[in-house]
């Protein structure tokens, strides 16, 4: 039905636009059927003619108006009627438009040339539209009645071939027994045996057969199952009771494993307890030996007992080193090693140790490189005694192992991460190495040791550290090509780089010359922070700039002695108090390894530019006091020898007591500025004497400062808890005293003031 009456509607568009067609075809053939006529009537100008062929026109029902123009737009003759009105002409207007109006230009064939002008016909569509408009319902109405006339014998047709043995099979189906399908078989319609249906019946018939053996297999397989479950049933238990017998093995492991973690408790506290007083029992003869090597050393002796006591005093040193060392490894395993969350500056801790190191690398002819990325922040947060102590290890090793070369220390910062990389051209690594390198008491070949020394504890101490800041460090090297170490550090970015010293200086306009050969290993770090601060670098060749850089390879090898230069002279590589003349011009030496705020403040000077002012710290703030009144509480002889001998030539005043009840009744007779107080003693300890002499009003703004042999963690907290100012570790250091006492020194007086 659908169907016949999308075929309709097919039929009445093409209907719809025949309709158009006709009446265009229609008119226009009026319209030449009138174009002799017309064109003789405007040729001889006959109203009359005129008037009766437009009459005649508008006989036509569709025409409304007609009329003849001559050319210059005047109406020779017209004729017109009213169009006609209906309740139904907007569908007509809507199909075909209200009107349409045609026009032919008039000539007649003798005088082709000559426009007669035309004849103008305006149509009313509405007599096209009304017989569209029925030939279309009319279509519509039949092929509606002939659709449901089809329908409704398609219907019964359908109904009695198709609809009605299916319902019997429908029916069949129904009365199948769920329980029993295998019995039923459904019967083959009368007449459909050879048709769908009957196709379909048979294939309904197959598939009850293949449920009737299906059901047999279930069965069969219900039985096999039921016996399975009873076995499982049976395997559940056994295993169920094994699991039980298992749980309770395991338990009894497990309270084995308590007794077992209890007893390595036990075990770590007792070496941590051993550790602290095996520290305490050697560094107190060590600081009697190292401090009375530093006095005599001090004293007037021949080049022969220097040298021996000089002997002595390092080995002191390298055996107080491997005493840190050990301790510091024996806190991280024990986990008592407590990591510090400061601002530091990460730039000047590497130059510290570069610098400190450069001279023992100077004596094994091996060049100390500092390659810093000029863009390093100024100020990072960790633990700058940490880092330090990991750099120191990386660049003693680096240069322990390099005989001749170069040792060279990078940092850069990306993305919240510090990477430390430390290169050496030095022995290299094989590959069983590398696997134990970090490995405690591990070095390469069996004779590393007896020809390079060292005891194999500072890259095990570097890792540890680098874990425990969560970090990771990782190292590269082949034998005989040197060795690559790599630290990664997570250090948040505090402050970022420090700005340009040299936005106003002649350097950025006219750059500097820099005459060092490439081969240099310091000429690219150089060339890289001058870049860094938008100082121009040029060749000798270039001409004229703000600065000239050289060597002392250069400086000797060249005629810069026979030629003198316009331009200021820095020598790289000199100490900085070898400042000299050549060709009668002052020369600025640069000491290596390079350090940035070296390298900046000699390019001001050179170029007569102020340095900027270093905010000076309380040390150097404040002058060295030399009427201090100090008592030392010590109970070791020696340790007194030591220490006094130390503080007298200082130039302090120093008094004597052996232990804490001794000390207090000291203070009851006098006063004093400072008390460096030992925490071990007999009678009264100084943890005891100290808390006294909180207890005291008088003495309770007293500096007291612990001296000990103790290192392990929390002795310090121990001090402080116990009313001590400061913390100072055994043996005895001249210069950290110094520091120590005038910084507390310097409190006491700011709070008198």
């Known amino acids: 039905m659908a169907l016949g009456i999308l075929l309709n509607m097919i ?45 005649g026109l508008l006989r036509h029902p569709a025409i409304v108006d007609a009329r003849i123009v001559d050319p210059d737009g005047r109406i020779l003759a017209a004729s017109t009627r009213p169009s006609t009105d209906s309740a139904y002409r907007f569908l007509s207007d809507f199909l075909f438009g209200p009107n349409r109006e045609y026009s032919e230009n008039l000539r007649v064939p003798q005088l082709e040339e000559i426009p007669l002008g035309q004849l103008e016909v305006r149509i009313d569509t509405y007599h096209y ?50 329980k029993t399908p295998e019995k039923i078989r459904l019967p083959v319609p009368r007449n459909h045996s050879s048709d769908e249906i009957g196709q379909m019946v048979g294939i309904i018939n197959q598939h009850l057969d293949t449920i009737d053996s299906s059901l047999d297999q279930v069965r069969l397989a219900e039985s096999k199952m039921k016996h ?43 070496r941590a307890n051993f550790l602290a007083s095996m520290s305490h029992e050697i560094r107190t ?71 400190l190191l450069s001279q023992q690398a100077l004596s094994r002819n091996v060049e100390m490189v500092i390659d810093i990325d000029p863009d390093l922040p100024e100020t990072l947060q960790g633990d700058p005694t940490r880092v330090r102590q990991i750099v120191n290890n990386l660049l003693g090793n680096g240069i322990k192992f390099t005989e001749s070369g170069e040792v060279r ?101 006219q750059g500097v010359i820099l005459d060092i050969p490439h081969d240099n290993p310091h000429r690219l770090p150089l060339e890289r922070q001058l870049q860094a601060w938008q100082i121009p670098v040029h ?50 030496a640069i000491a290596l390894p390079l350090r940035r705020n070296q390298l900046e403040q000699t390019l001001l000077l050179a170029t007569g530019e102020s340095v900027p002012s270093i905010p000076a710290t309380d040390a150097d703030a404040t002058e060295p006091s030399t009427n201090l009144n100090i008592l030392l509480v010590e109970d070791n002889r020696v340790n007194q020898i030591v220490a006094s001998s130390m503080l007298r030539k200082l130039g302090y005043r120093v008094d004597l007591a052996e232990n804490g009840e001794r000390a207090l009744a000291a203070l009851d007779k006098q006063s004093y500025d400072i008390v460096l107080m030992d925490c071990q003693m007999p009678v009264m300890d100084g943890y005891a004497a100290t808390k006294r002499i909180r207890k005291h009003p008088e003495w309770r703004d007293l500096p007291v400062i612990a001296v000990t042999a103790n290192v392990m963690q929390g002795d310090k907290d121990d001090c402080l808890a116990a009313g001590m100012n400061d913390y100072v570790t055994k043996p005895y250091n001249k210069d950290e005293l110094r520091q120590v006492i005038e910084h507390w020194a310097s409190q006491t007086v700011r709070q008198g003031n």
């Open 129 to 178: 539209g009304t017989a569209f408009l029925s030939r279309a319902a009319y279509t519509l109405v039949s092929g509606f009645l002939k659709s449901l006339i089809l329908s409704v014998i398609l219907l019964f047709i359908f109904y009695f071939i198709l609809t009605k043995p299916l319902m019997r099979v429908i029916q069949a189906l129904h009365e199948v027994d769920p």
């Open 539 to 588: 060749t000798r060749d270039e001409g004229p700039a703000a600065a000239y850089l050289c060597d002392s390879k250069t400086l000797t090898r060249g005629s810069l002695a026979d030629q003198p230069l316009d331009c200021p002279l820095v020598l790289i590589g000199e100490p900085e108090q070898a400042i000299h003349t050549v060709s009668g011009q002052k020369v600025r």
């Open 409 to 509: 220390i990078r940092a850069v910062t990306r993305n919240g991460e510090t990477r430390i990389d430390v290169i050496d051209t030095g022995i290299g690594m094989n590959d069983e190495t590398l696997r134990r390198i970090f490995s405690p008491f591990s070095q390469g070949k069996a004779d590393t040791t007896r020809r390079y020394g060292g005891t194999g504890l500072g890259l095990t101490l570097c890792r540890q550290l680098v874990e425990r800041m969560h970090g990771h460090i990782t190292v590269e090297s082949r034998e005989h090509n040197g060795t690559h170490f790599t630290v990664i550090l997570p250090l948040p970015v505090r402050t970022p780089a420090r700005k340009n010293a040299f936005d106003q200086s002649p350097l950025r306009e």
């Open 11 to 55: 039929q009445v568009t093409l209907d719809y636009f025949s309709a158009r067609e006709s009446m265009d075809e229609e008119i226009r053939a009026l319209m030449d059927i009138s174009f002799s006529p017309a064109s003789q009537i405007a040729y001889n100008i006959d109203t009359r003619l005129a008037k009766e062929l437009l009459d």
């Open 285 to 355: 003869p060590l600081n009697g030996v190292l401090g009375m090597l530093s006095l005599t050393l001090e004293s007037e002796l021949s080049p022969s007992q220097r040298n021996r006591l000089e002997i002595a005093y390092n080995a002191g040193q390298s055996l107080l080193s491997l005493l840190n060392d050990i301790l510091d490894i024996s806190k991280v395993e024990a986990g008592k090693l407590n990591l510090e969350a400061i601002e530091f500056n990460l730039r000047e801790v590497i130059e510290e140790c570069a610098t």
């Open 228 to 270: 399975y479950s009873s076995k499982l049933e049976r395997e559940v238990e056994d295993r169920t009771r094994e699991i039980s017998e298992k749980n309770e093995a395991l338990q009894r492991g497990n309270r084995a494993l308590i007794r077992a973690k209890e007893d390595a408790v036990h075990r770590a506290r007792s």
